[in-house]
């Protein structure tokens, strides 16, 4: 360590985890403003912020598969926060949340954008209705960001269309719920199609229709919107690359073959 610079603690790294699931791979720098506004706000430079975005994304392991490095010295504390986050996805997001909301001297709901008016004014509902809202919403940011805002099936850029979906559901696994690698990017329509088993994604990555669509070739609707695609490859994401396992099960349990 160089004269003057001082260690991470635990929260400014969990903190640091937290904004590099939520921005595009592509964004890790010290020019994004994002990455500015952590660095004041924890007391660093953008710089020192960007570096260690970079250095989280060398223990990656879906950048690993993708023969991406990142940087090479990440710290013991590094790996073992990033460890914590990835075997935790039920807990720590919404930890990192409250603890943003704490540094920004704001509410955990306000900092997630969920009105009042929606809440129970006190208790146990209201603590858990919060902690959903805060968890769908960081589902979704880093969902979007590893998928620079595109549909997997279509291209569509359009972030009004576009749905953080689940490949293994919501209501089946629970530990896995926030698992950026339990998501794909995807259109409103082909979510329904997915989330119903009209489509599926192969463990080649591949877009498989279901056989009740494929009967339909004399509708040109379902043809430009369904059949086209395919057997076509989806668009990878920059980073958490979906899970075989969770693309294994959503074939075989939730696809009408």
Same mark, same amino acid.
């Given at each position: 360590m160089k004269e003057g610079q001082k260690l991470w603690t635990r929260e400014e790294l969990i903190l640091a985890v937290n904004l590099y699931? @939520?921005?595009?791979?592509?964004?890790?720098?010290?020019?994004?403003?994002? *990455?500015?506004?952590l660095a004041a706000l924890i007391g660093r430079t953008p710089s020192s912020v960007a570096y260690k975005l970079v250095n989280f994304a060398s223990l990656d392991p879906s950048l690993k598969a993708r023969g991406i490095k990142g940087a090479s010295n990440a710290s013991n504390l590094d790996k073992e926060i990033w460890e914590?986050?990835?075997?935790?996805?039920?807990?720590?997001?919404?930890?990192?949340?409250?603890?943003?909301a704490k540094i920004e001297k704001t509410t955990v709901e306000k900092l997630n954008h969920i009105p009042e008016t929606e809440l129970p004014k006190e208790g146990k509902v209201r603590e858990q209705m919060v902690k959903i809202r805060v968890?769908?919403?960081?589902?979704?940011?880093?969902?979007?960001?590893?998928?620079?805002?595109?549909?997997?099936?279509?291209g569509i850029k359009q972030p009004e269309f576009l749905i953080a979906g689940h490949i293994k559901p919501w209501s089946v696994d629970e530990k896995n719920r926030l698992n950026p690698q339990n998501g794909i990017a995807i259109n409103a329509l082909h979510d329904k199609a997915f989330e119903t088993g009209l489509l599926t994604i192969t463990t080649d990555f591949k877009v498989k229709i279901?056989? *009740?669509?494929? @009967?339909q070739k004399k509708s040109k609707s379902i043809e430009d919107y369904f059949i086209k695609y395919d057997k076509k490859d989806i668009i990878l994401p920059s980073r958490f690359l979906p899970d075989v396992e969770f693309l294994k099960y959503h074939s075989e349990v939730r696809f009408k073959h």
């Open positions: 699931c @939520k921005i595009p791979f592509g964004r890790l720098h010290r020019l994004n403003p994002e *990455v500015i506004n914590e986050f990835f075997n935790h996805w039920d807990e720590l997001p919404f930890e990192s949340e409250k603890l943003l968890n769908q919403s960081f589902f979704r940011s880093s969902i979007l960001a590893s998928y620079n805002n595109t549909c997997c099936i279509t279901s056989p *009740v669509l494929l @009967k």
